[in-house]
């Protein structure tokens, strides 16, 4: 499988991690890893399986696919014999020593019997559901959370059946974590320690169970929970069914079709971020986003009364479109109501941040207002007035900045990607920059 994706180059990456779920186990001679493959791109899945119409022996590949790797020292002649096998496995897999889980077919057999271990969560259930819902759970209520996983699967367009069946693992899980953590909010970084166990044993319980969350350890039939399977629908089967395409399709021509949701792109920053000028050079770019939906954007500071409210007005006409709201959203409130044109217009939202290592108690450091600072002050009419103009322009930016006090960079990074999913970085100062002659002078 890893030999024929890199041959083809798919776009997907390999990650290797410690395994601290066998921490117990590890010893010098017998270590233990997870290896993820990370498929960037739906077009590798459709790729791929063409691959595995002309090659019986290939495993299938899923969404969130891991192997688990156990590297252990034996003696040379146990090598020796180890190396013969897998050679012989790899050129006839029918020819395996194991005639009960291997059959005729190789890796990649259809037939019901043919069980794989994966520990596996469906990438919706794991994501949007849980993850991006804990914010809501834990800082409003489970009657919200409920609210935001029905919205959120009325908008996949999810049976009734399958969201009642949801429904009751989701509202066990809420009653479990927050039980367990009580006030205090489980970080996004680590949910999935709390959130894997609880699903294995949710899946336990019933077959039906084990369908419903992607088998999260246990033994499941391979077929069913296939990324892309033959009838072309994803392994929720929530999606619509898909043309096959040519494999010499790429990411380009992927992204110059029509998208079926919006996208709105917002500012967690301070004046002076680059965030204006980055709509514009957005909006300059003859391609937009590489792709067929308008974009447009909306300055705050050429927009009188309430800004957010205009931009939910905007949504609701244009849902498809990509909004580029150049404002900076500092609060979570700003974030709440993102999050609700989110579900209501069907889109997806990707928050632009200045990258910065933060203080302890910031999630921007010092260097970086400094910067913000020196831009506004370079500023001459600004539609806001907040330029090199303006008498307190500095006490402006220093309010700005103490609306993040409170926390650091991790915690405003994880915070955001647990409620969007997605985060962007724009490049500020380098991270080895020499201080300069003037600050040590003043130093010394």
């Not at 908008?155 to 009642?164: D, F, L, M, P």
């Not at 110059?256 to 971020?273: D, N, T």
């Amino acid at each position: 499988m890893i030999r024929l994706m890199r041959q083809r180059r798919l776009p997907a990456a390999f990650k290797c991690y410690c395994n601290f779920h066998k921490l117990d186990s590890i010893t010098a001679n017998n270590l233990y890893f997870r290896m993820v493959i990370h498929v960037h791109s739906d077009s590798a899945f459709r790729r791929y399986q063409k691959e595995m119409r002309e090659n019986r022996g290939l495993w299938p590949l899923y969404r969130g696919f891991f192997l688990d790797i156990n590297m252990f020292k034996v003696s040379k002649e146990r090598a020796a014999e180890l190396v013969k096998d897998s050679y012989s496995l790899l050129a006839d897999p029918s020819a395996s020593s194991d005639k009960s889980t291997i059959c005729t077919d190789g890796l990649a057999d259809e037939d019901a019997n043919l069980m794989i271990k994966l520990k596996f969560l469906t990438y919706k259930l794991r994501t949007f559901l849980i993850r991006n819902g804990m914010s809501t759970l834990f800082k409003e209520s489970p009657g919200n959370y409920k609210s935001y996983y029905l919205r959120q699967m009325k908008i996949w367009g999810t049976s009734a059946g399958k969201q009642r069946e949801l429904s009751k693992m989701l509202d066990e899980w809420a009653v479990y974590i927050r039980t367990k953590c009580g006030k205090k909010p489980l970080s996004s970084s680590i949910y999935l320690s709390e959130a894997e166990p609880f699903l294995e044993r949710y899946a336990k319980r019933s077959r039906e169970n084990q369908v419903l969350v992607g088998s999260a350890g246990n033994l499941v039939m391979a077929e069913e929970f296939r990324a892309i399977v033959e009838g072309g629908m994803d392994e929720e089967g929530d999606l619509d069914r898909e043309e096959e395409l040519p494999s010499s399709y790429d990411a380009v021509a992927r992204d110059s079709v029509p998208k079926a949701e919006g996208l709105i792109v917002f500012f967690p920053g301070i004046p002076g971020c680059a965030k204006s000028a980055l709509c514009k050079e957005i909006l300059s770019n003859p391609g937009g986003l590489g792709d067929d939906r308008p974009v447009y954007s909306l300055m705050g500071d050429l927009i009188k009364g309430r800004y957010w409210q205009k931009i939910a007005d905007e949504r609701r006409k244009k849902p498809y479109a990509i909004t580029l709201a150049d404002k900076n959203a500092p609060n979570e409130e700003v974030w709440k109501q993102i999050e609700d044109m989110c579900l209501k217009t069907r889109a997806s939202a990707v928050p632009v941040v200045p990258d910065s290592e933060g203080t302890d108690s910031n999630p921007f450091s010092l260097d970086a207002l400094a910067v913000f600072i020196f831009r506004v002050i370079q500023r001459v009419n600004h539609p806001g007035s907040l330029d090199k103009s303006s008498p307190n322009a500095g006490y402006v930016l220093l309010m700005f900045y103490n609306l993040y006090e409170g926390k650091n960079r991790r915690e405003f990074e994880s915070e955001l990607l647990e409620r969007f999913g997605a985060l962007i970085k724009m490049p500020l100062l380098k991270s080895d920059r020499p201080e300069s002659g003037d600050m040590r002078t003043t130093l010394a």
